[in-house]
């Protein structure tokens, strides 16, 4: 988390979809995902999974479809820092809302085979890919 967040800035994404159920474009272990926009095409939104089991169930109470009200608020806005094409962290707000807590490392697993190819595909360019290997992504080999 810490290198993602040495290269990439905090932002606050509001209205973000979300969900529990299985995604048929992710690949591996999925325990729920949020969509973000693509920041080459911000008409087009890209899922990230959570990677690791451990530690989501704060989140998954709040992103289930019969959480309460008041506990879906709870993530009506998140903290997002990286590039969803390739990593990122996401960040509750904290109750007034100035600095995102109870951080969870989120991380594109969609066409995870097209290896550097797939991202060219979502408009990352050579920049884009040299900032995210910054950030400690290794794109897999096509």
């Not at 008409?43 to 109470?61: A, K, Q, T």
């Not at 019969?66 to 820092?81: D, N, T």
């Not at 989120?106 to 910054?134: K, M």
Request: net charge positive; glycine share 12%; charged share 25%.
């Amino acid at each position: 988390m810490r290198r993602v967040l040495r290269v990439y800035p905090w932002q606050l994404s509001r209205e973000i979809r979300y969900g529990l159920a299985k995604r048929t474009d992710v690949v591996g272990r999925q325990f729920g995902w949020f969509e973000f926009p693509n920041p080459a095409r911000p008409e087009e939104s890209l899922p990230m999974v959570f990677g690791r089991h451990w530690g989501v169930g704060w989140w998954s109470r709040r992103m289930s479809p019969r959480a309460a009200a008041e506990l879906k608020a709870q993530i009506g806005e998140v903290w997002f820092a990286g590039d969803p094409r390739f990593i990122g962290v996401l960040g509750a707000p904290a109750s007034d809302g100035s600095r995102p807590r109870r951080l969870r490392f989120l991380d594109q697993q969609t066409g995870a085979d097209a290896g550097t190819r797939g991202v060219a595909d979502w408009g990352a360019t050579a920049e884009d890919i040299d900032r995210g290997r910054r950030a400690g992504v290794v794109p897999a080999r096509p």
